[in-house]
């Protein structure tokens, strides 16, 4: 399977702990997104990588927030001191620079439920 | 700011039908609109995307059209079927970043 992997698909944890997702990227694919999605809405970015350098990150990615693309190929979503306010479905996808419309591709989410 | 919105939130219908997905923007300075379907608790698959260029694409029993100066896109599904059950997402990224902005999304259901 060549497509985007989130790992792990579930994590539940407890308020106050620490958390991090990893996303492996379509293997050629360059960029590589996050994106945070709370039930009945719509995603929302959180930030964007080309190869390794974070280029846009939004005002939803708190200090508790961090995301790495150490040698421009996986990346790690890390949340410090979990809120309850934190349980979402947090989506990972990439794209290809060389592609004609920079398609975005998906994968399956992590789904993190913070008691 | 852009802001994307999606009417209805939740469309029933009978099996076999043609049916047309409304997506609307607010700033028309879009590079591309792409649909996504999402199953229950699922992550997200791309069925279409649309250059800011373009008017209309198809794929299958899908078409999606673009009209940027009205600020408006619809999927079109024909001959509906259960296995359509699913929410329909619109998201755009616009001329200046990466991101994709999207909407809240269409739950459809198709009733067998």
């Known amino acids: 399977d060549t497509g985007v992997s989130q790992n792990p698909r579930h994590k539940i944890t407890k308020r106050g702990q620490n958390v991090t997702f990893r996303c492996d990227p379509i293997?050629?694919?360059?960029?590589l997104y996050w994106y945070r999605q709370t039930l009945g809405q719509g995603p929302e970015f959180l930030t964007y990588f080309q190869n390794e350098a974070q280029l846009e990150k939004s005002r939803l990615l708190s200090d508790r927030f961090s995301a790495e693309r150490p040698k421009g190929s996986f990346s790690t979503l890390e949340i410090q001191r979990t809120e309850q306010g934190d349980s979402a479905m947090y989506l990972c996808?990439?794209?290809?620079?060389?592609?004609?419309?920079?398609?975005?591709?998906f994968g399956p989410g992590t789904r993190l439920t913070v008691l | 700011k852009q802001e994307v919105t999606q009417i209805p939130a939740a469309l029933s219908v009978p099996e076999g039908e043609n049916l047309v997905l409304n997506c609307s923007f607010t700033?028309?300075?879009?590079?591309?609109l792409q649909w996504f379907r999402q199953d229950h608790g699922k992550g997200l698959t791309s069925l279409l995307l649309i250059q800011s260029s373009q008017r209309e694409q198809t794929s299958g029993r899908l078409n999606a059209s673009l009209d940027k100066s009205s600020g408006r896109s619809t999927l079109y599904i024909a001959a509906s079927q259960p296995g359509d059950s699913a929410t329909y997402l619109c998201?755009?990224?616009?001329?200046?970043?990466?991101?994709?902005?999207w909407g809240a999304g269409t739950k459809l259901i198709i009733k067998p």
């Open positions: 998201a755009v990224r616009m001329d200046s970043n990466y991101q994709l902005i």
């Open positions: 700033d028309s300075a879009i590079y591309n």
């Open positions: 996808a990439s794209s290809s620079q060389g592609g004609p419309y920079n398609e975005q591709f």
């Open positions: 293997s050629e694919h360059n960029r």
